[in-house]
Every structure is written in structure tokens, then in C-alpha cells.
């Protein structure tokens, strides 16, 4: 068993924004309410569960940083498209966890002034849809030119070789095209680590930004890679992002 405290905080990212820095609490919660369905003359209660869950992500707190909170659209007016939400709640490493979210809803923002003291933020907010806790896939780091992380591969172990599909979460925090076109990010998968395929394609890139994508493909392999190809290549582009995969729960 591995004990895990605040020092293990990867990463906090809404959208392409790392609320890390400047983040001490988050609290991230599923429900899956019970309702009664107790009938009249019956002798003892019944229950059942609707299947609707709730999801939600709250108790976060924060020092107010402008560049951070006005940059982040999320934080304070929500624009069309998918919000990304990724928390590396064991680290910022290959093959930790992490919870992530597509379809974050706004739900409050709060800054809180007190004489001596900094300014502060506390932000909740509501999932619309699944939050999972994924597999890293790529940790949070720079990269240079096309590459792919073949060589060092996750093992999903026995999740993997299913056919249940599952949802990929990419987020781009710095993006600097040196005059390629785009940069298109690939999630591999393999059966023996040896020949590889292309999983899930993401949205091209031609700015900082994150995605959800709903696996196509509903077989997943053992074995999990990413990708990085720059349409055009030119000069020596860089970009920061990480990759995260959940494999369906086949039951």
C-alpha cells in the first residue's frame, strides 16, 4: 500500500491551466443515490438505485492569481466545448492515477479578501457525465519533435485485451509550433508491445487546449502509448501535455 499527501499533487489542470501552484484543497466525490420504493402493506422497506450518478468536485481552495483565473475561461464563464479536468493525485509519473472529467460545469467561483491576509478563490464544480480514474498515459512534461513513448509503454495488466472501450483525456499546456502546422496527438495501444497501432486520434492542435475522447475503437490492448506527430515539421517544436487513458469497467 502506498500512502499518498499534497506533495504527491502532480497536477491540477482545467483545461490547458495547472491550478496546482496556487491550489491547497480539492475534494472530488461520486454518489449513487439510493431511493426508497417502499409500497403500501409492505412489511419490511425496499430500495433501489436509478443509475444516475452524481459527480462532483468541490472544497477547492486557493490564493487568486489574475493570469491564472482571467486567462481560464473556465473559471469564470463558460465558453462552448468540452472542459477537461485532470487531477494526478499520485504524482505526475507514467502508469500513476489520475481523476479526470470531460464536461466540467461552472458551478461557483468566490474570491474572498481579509485584511492581512492574500487573496484567496474557492471555485466548485459539477461533472456532467462520467469522472474516472485513469491511467497516465504521458506525464505533464516537455517534448520535442515527433516521438512516441514505445520504449517505455504502460502495462494495463489484465484491464487491458478487452473489448469494452474507454475514455482518453489530453491536455496541451504549452505549444510552440516553430512553423509547423499542428500537432496531432496519438494514443497507441499493442498486444505484445511490439507492433503498435493507432488508438485515438485527438483533435489537432494548433494552440495550447484539452480533450475528452470517447474510444472508437472498443478493443484496448495491454499496452499503452502516446504519440506526438507536427504536421509540417519545421525547426524543433516543443509541447507540454499529458495523456491519460480509463479502460470501461466490462461489468
Known amino acids: 500500500m502506498t500512502i499518498y499527501d499534497s506533495k504527491d499533487i502532480g497536477y491540477l489542470l482545467a483545461g490547458p491551466w495547472n491550478l496546482a501552484g496556487i491550489s491547497s484543497k480539492l475534494e472530488v466525490g461520486t454518489a449513487n443515490p439510493v431511493t426508497e420504493t417502499t409500497g403500501f402493506g409492505a412489511t419490511a422497506a425496499t430500495f433501489a438505485q436509478p443509475g444516475v450518478k452524481r459527480h462532483e468536485i468541490t472544497g477547492h481552495e486557493s490564493w487568486y492569481d489574475d493570469a491564472l483565473y482571467t486567462t481560464a475561461s473556465e473559471m469564470v464563464a463558460l465558453t462552448a466545448g468540452e472542459h477537461v479536468l ?68 504502460v502495462d494495463l495488466g489484465t484491464t487491458g485485451g478487452g473489448t469494452t472501450g474507454g475514455n482518453a483525456y489530453l491536455a496541451c499546456t504549452a505549444l510552440a509550433l516553430t512553423g509547423s502546422t499542428n500537432l496531432i496527438v496519438t494514443l497507441e495501444d499493442s498486444a ?60
Not at 484567496?120 to 512516441?148: K, P
Not at 488508438?199 to 495491454?222: I, P
Open 192 to 251: 505484445n508491445h511490439v507492433a503498435w497501432a493507432d488508438h485515438t486520434v485527438f483533435t489537432a492542435l494548433t494552440a495550447v487546449g484539452a480533450e475528452k475522447k470517447v474510444a472508437t475503437d472498443m478493443t484496448v490492448n495491454q499496452y499503452l502509448a502516446y504519440k506526438q506527430a507536427f504536421t509540417g515539421l519545421a525547426g524543433t517544436p516543443t509541447c507540454t501535455a499529458t495523456l491519460a487513458f480509463k479502460v470501461n469497467d466490462p461489468h
Open 86 to 153: 485532470m487531477l494526478a493525485h499520485e504524482g505526475n509519473a507514467q502508469a500513476k492515477k489520475a481523476y479526470c472529467a470531460g464536461g466540467i460545469l461552472y458551478g461557483g467561483f468566490q474570491t474572498i479578501m481579509t485584511v492581512a491576509d492574500l487573496h484567496r478563490a474557492a471555485l466548485e464544480l459539477a461533472v456532467s457525465g462520467v469522472l474516472d480514474e485513469a491511467t497516465i498515459v504521458a506525464a505533464l512534461t516537455s517534448r520535442a519533435g515527433d516521438l512516441t513513448t514505445e520504449a517505455t509503454y
